[in-house]
């Protein structure tokens, strides 16, 4: 008999909030996947999983270089608890083999120190990732709540005031 929805256990991952020298955040649009439901939400943060045995701050630089090939960066902070959202159901049937209700993330500000031109989302990680992103830009740390899928967006609005003081700098 398999379980409900509500019974199943978090994905465990890590999420990257990466500022620039200009304290603009990066997004990256969605190529695709269950849980983009629409053009105006399909834009979020690099995300991604933690491998077993792996530290979630090494997981965070893993999935930033293959989603992005960005490798310059400096650790600003990070929210101290685990950040969860559900799936609504019918996504969460679609999603990692309906294994999980939703993910758990532990969240890291980062500072971007390279250029512009390190930042490949077409042929991310040296080309033997898939991408995951089909465009991307910097933006104000206060617009990313809006532009996330609606059941994410408590948590964003979380990573936003964990966040926002980096912005600044």
Known sequence: MSKHHHELPYRRCVGLC???GAGKV?????????????????WQLPQGGIDKGEEPFDAALRELYEETSMR???????VEE????DLPGRIAGEA????????????FALRFTGA???????????GVHKPEFMDWRWEDIGAIA???????????????????RFAGM
């Open 82 to 85: 685990w950040l969860s959202y």
């Open 72 to 78: 310059s960066v400096v650790k600003l902070g990070e």
């Open 26 to 42: 990066f997004v990256g649009r969605r190529i695709g996947g269950p849980e983009h439901v629409d053009a105006t939400h399909s």
């Open 116 to 126: 512009d031109g390190e930042i490949d989302i077409t042929t991310p990680g040296g």
């Open 146 to 164: 809006d532009l996330v899928v609606p059941f994410k967006r408590h948590v964003y609005e979380d990573v936003v005031k964990n966040f926002r």
């Open 18 to 20: 990466v500022f620039n």
């Open 96 to 107: 990692w083999k309906g294994k999980y209700r939703g993910q758990t993330q532990k969240w």
